[in-house]
């Protein structure tokens, strides 16, 4: 991979911020976006733009061929069976609602149980929680191991006859984890539960299988992929989809309507109430099409690379403590400087250019389980480098030692 050519396709990247070569470290937050990516949407807002589904003109059926063609790479992508399996949504949050209130809701009552983990981001448990409240159901975690993975035995352990629906994240926004999902969607087949997959920072990294995972349902973000904020995706099965009750009503989901009854769109539309977000469609397509040409198998690698190399940077820093495993992590390095508040760490490398996160990262839970409130994170993508990290391993001495004179 050359990241330097990679790098000149990305027009936020190449500015300085208080002085300094922007160093961006927050990708799992949300990712930067690609000229292809900025101009396919400008494009089709220049030259193609209409309402989908409807029009006989030829703008309407320009606007419903890219809006249907975006939803063909994202079945590609996850190599799902068809098309029918892929909803649009604003993202991984309305993504795993809709599962939780669509299928879950119905699904649960009283005795059962919903398994998740204690490393979820928040959309992948207040959702849950939401459905114990109103079900009766059973909120079970699995439990952690001490650097933050899980065990297969604790799975077993976890999931029983009573569980329904079990949900977790790929890949973990803070740990840097990579979860066997595989694996625990064959312990849930096993005990009749459907298996939900966060995929919020997997699908950016990684090639995904869906069918070769044999989850139930998989969300993901277009933001953090390169694509623009607005737009993520729902791949379910068919035989699961067509099953469910859309949550949302109105214009684009129905196929007749009577004063007192309707019926529905085929899948996937029923679940897609609404004009759609066609140009965020559109922006996820071209994305997608990027990660492609470069290589998500490059990528994953690049990152590994990346991952291990910050991971022992830092760790040899005084006073540093980084979160999660030390090998088969993505690229990203959560982290506390000693005596140094994460928003103060922050600060400081931002005032060297360099954007990094603090805070919960949404995962209030986790962070008790960590017993911090609050940590920084650095998180690298495709258009990252060791020179980067060499940034960040020298701001981070800064800190240190401007807080150390500060506190001395
Ligand atoms: N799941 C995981 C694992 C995430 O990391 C995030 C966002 C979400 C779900 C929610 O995605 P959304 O696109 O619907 O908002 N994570 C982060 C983060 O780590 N920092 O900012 C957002």
């Known amino acids: 991979m050359n990241i330097q050519a990679i790098r000149e396709q990305f027009p936020i990247l190449n500015q300085e911020i208080n002085g300094h070569p922007l160093v961006y ?36 059926s320009r606007a419903t061929d890219a809006y249907e063609g975006a939803r063909e790479k994202v079945a590609k992508l996850l190599n799902a069976a068809s ?12 993504a795993l609602n809709l599962v939780a209130s669509s299928y879950a809701r119905s699904a649960c009552s009283e005795g059962d149980e919903i398994v998740i983990t204690p490393m979820e981001h928040h959309s992948n448990l207040i959702p849950w929680q939401q459905v114990a409240k109103a079900t009766g159901a059973t909120l079970k975690y699995i ?9 297969i035995a604790d799975v077993e352990a976890t999931i029983t006859p009573r569980t329904k629906v079990v949900s977790v994240m790929y890949v973990s926004n803070v740990l840097g984890v990579i979860n066997p999902i595989r694996e625990i969607t064959q312990i849930a087949h096993r005990n009749g539960a459907v298996m939900v997959v966060d995929g919020a920072q997997s699908t950016p990294h990684m090639k995904v299988d869906v069918r070769d ?6 969300a993901l ?45 085929d899948l996937p539309w029923r679940f897609e109430g609404g004009t759609p977000i066609i140009a965020g469609a559109v922006g996820l397509g071209a994305a997608i099409d990027f990660l492609q040409e470069v290589g998500l198998d490059e990528i994953d690698q ?30 990203l390095v959560t982290f506390n400087l000693e005596d ?12 060297k250019g360099i954007a990094v996160r603090a805070g919960h990262h949404c995962c209030q839970p986790l962070m008790r389980w960590l017993n911090v409130s609050a940590t920084a994170r650095a998180s690298f993508y495709l258009y990252n480098d060791e020179a980067d990290v060499d940034r960040l391993v020298e701001g981070l001495l800064q800190t240190r030692e401007f807080f150390g004179h500060a506190i001395g």
Not at 30 to 45: C, E, F, G, H, N
Not at 317 to 330: D, I, K, M, S, W
Request: hydrophobic content about 30%; glycine content about 10%; overall charge negative.
């Open 25 to 60: 470290l927050d990708s799992a937050a949300t990712s930067q976006k690609p000229r292809s990516v900025l101009d396919a949407m400008k494009r089709y807002y220049e030259l193609d733009n209409a309402n989908v589904h409807r029009g006989v003109h030829t703008l309407g």
């Open 83 to 94: 098309t029918d399996e892929i909803i649009f949504t604003r993202g991984t949050t309305t």
């Open 143 to 151: 439990p952690l191991q001490p650097d933050g993975t899980i065990s």
């Open 213 to 218: 995972l044999d989850c139930d349902f998989y």
């Open 221 to 265: 973000s277009g933001h953090k992929m390169c694509g623009p904020t607005g737009i993520g995706a729902l791949y379910g099965k068919k035989s699961l989809l067509s099953k469910m009750e859309p949550i949302e009503f109105g214009g684009e989901m129905i196929d007749h309507v009577d004063l007192y009854e309707s019926t529905w769109k």
């Open 302 to 331: 690049h990152e590994k690379r990346l991952a291990e190399y910050a991971y022992t940077r830092l760790s040899q820093l005084e006073g540093l403590t980084a979160y999660g495993p030390a090998h088969n992590r993505v690229g």
């Open 340 to 351: 140094v508040h994460p928003h103060d760490v922050a600060t400081v490398l931002d005032s």
